[in-house]
């Protein structure tokens, strides 16, 4: 399984990014999606999470900003965001709970992460 993440670059403040992570491999279904994002020096956090059911929930920090939503047949997770701030710089992480079979549990799994850089 794998995990490919694009849509990241450069950005001024108060403009917008769409991000999408499209999984591939052996998938029987996909659980819970989310990104994460890693500022520099800084330790990796939740941005959003969206369930298979598309229940969402959101960083404080991005809440009124950011969209997160999936497409299920496309085994894909977007995440709109807009109203950029340069706070909002990070490398941003999909990530994906799935399920390889039927029986099996879900397993955890990390694309490599897209740049986003928000400057003027």
């Known amino acids: 399984v794998q995990l490919q993440a694009s849509g990241g670059g450069l950005v001024q403040p108060g403009g917008s990014l769409r991000l999408a992570c499209a999984a591939s491999?052996?998938?029987?279904?996909?659980?819970?999606m989310a990104w994460y994002r890693q500022a520099p020096g800084k330790q990796r956090d939740l941005v959003a999470r969206?369930?298979?059911?598309?229940?969402?929930n959101y960083a404080d920090s991005v809440k009124g900003r950011f969209t997160i939503s999936r497409d299920n047949a496309k085994n894909t997770v977007y995440l709109q965001m807009d109203m950029l701030k340069p706070e909002d710089t990070a490398v941003y992480y999909c990530?994906?709970?799935?399920?390889?079979?039927?029986?099996?549990?879900?397993?955890?799994?990390w694309g490599k992460g897209t740049l986003v850089t928000v400057s003027s």
């Open positions: 990530h994906a709970n799935i399920r390889a079979g039927r029986w099996d549990i879900g397993m955890d799994y």
């Open positions: 491999g052996s998938i029987f279904s996909i659980n819970d």
């Open positions: 969206i369930t298979r059911a598309g229940s969402t």
